[in-house]
């Protein structure tokens, strides 16, 4: 493989990989990642180095995928039907004076936002027949924005020997399906919510374990984990507790299709595999962006708001595999805001079609040219 340099110090960062899009046909793509420094009011501004792509899944903590959640995902998927924006960081309060509870989120122009309710650690107190009582929110000066602490998470005690898990998000906070003292008593409430949709002392216990389906949807702004629903549909995986003409949010939202766990029953599945390559947070995921747009951000800064433009420069990449036409024309795969680090990753696609797998044994030529 051949690679050009960069009109900057940074030299690209590339991989070709064989993959299919959304129609399931067979296309070779060129992965390009580039690194940019933040500007506060202004255009980014090249990194000296880009990151590499990542190549598998990295996790928070200690990196164990039983016990911990994505902090990145990889980079290296051949196609994307949607942008994916992600920001991986912590939300601050104003001037660094604790609060109980802030507002904070992300918007590009132009495309969309969202907004989370950032509360302090709370914890529950049993009431028999009754709601729990919430005690006050503790006040904090940061948190980190991570769906450990969205809700969710699993309960093991309503059900002797049969974990119960909240299959939106396995690793959250606050999800209880009994009202019993040993699993209402002290259970932790999520830190991140939905300003629209808050977690009430009477929705905290579902009460049977189909109910988590009307709980509140997990909020976050970075990667939503391959497995949980409704993500893990495009796999084809359904969630337990999940029967046929059971109405989801999802369903409502248009994020899976009607009757959708009728149709895996009856093993047809629409062809939407592509969108299991789209692990942005709800709402986050847009038509593919141009790369010039302006991006806002609240509260995710120890200034408060931030505000910058996307670079506005689209690389150019040739792939030669020994067929007619080289030029491929580049999209928008994902921008990755990683707010501590004060930068600003994007990953671009270029693809072409080939004749498919069983014509990589064949190809003599793969050259690749970015600037």
Known sequence: MVA?????????????VPGQDEDGAPIYSVLVKRSYDIVPGQALRRAEADR???????????????TSTVKQESDVVPYKRLTDVVFIGKAYAPDGNPVQSLDAGLQIDGAGRKLLRIIGDRKCAHRVGMAPVVSEPRP??????????????????SIPGLPVYYP?????KGFAVKNLRGVVQNLALPNIEDPQDLLTPERIVVEEPEGWRLQPLPQGLGWYQKFWYPRSFYSGVLPPYLAPGALTKEEHLGLVPKDHVALYLRKKLPSLFSRFHNGASLGLAFPYLRG????????LT????????????TPSIE??????????????????IRGDDNQVDLIWRGSRGYPGIEWLPEMKTLKVHVT
């Open 4 to 16: 050009s340099a960069a009109p900057s110090k940074a030299k690209p960062v590339c991989l070709p």
């Open 52 to 66: 590499p792509l990542a190549l598998i899944d990295a996790y928070y903590d200690s990196g164990d995928a039983e």
């Open 140 to 157: 904090f000066t940061q948190m980190p924005i991570r769906y450990d602490l969205a809700y969710g998470g699993k309960d093991v005690h």
């Open 168 to 172: 939106r998000n396995f690793r959250g």
């Open 292 to 299: 010039d747009e302006t991006v806002r951000l609240k509260a």
């Open 302 to 313: 120890p200034d408060g708001l931030l505000h910058f433009m996307l670079p506005g420069e």
């Open 319 to 336: 792939l030669d595999i020994g067929l007619p036409g080289v030029e491929l024309d580049a999209v928008l795969h994902s921008v990755c």
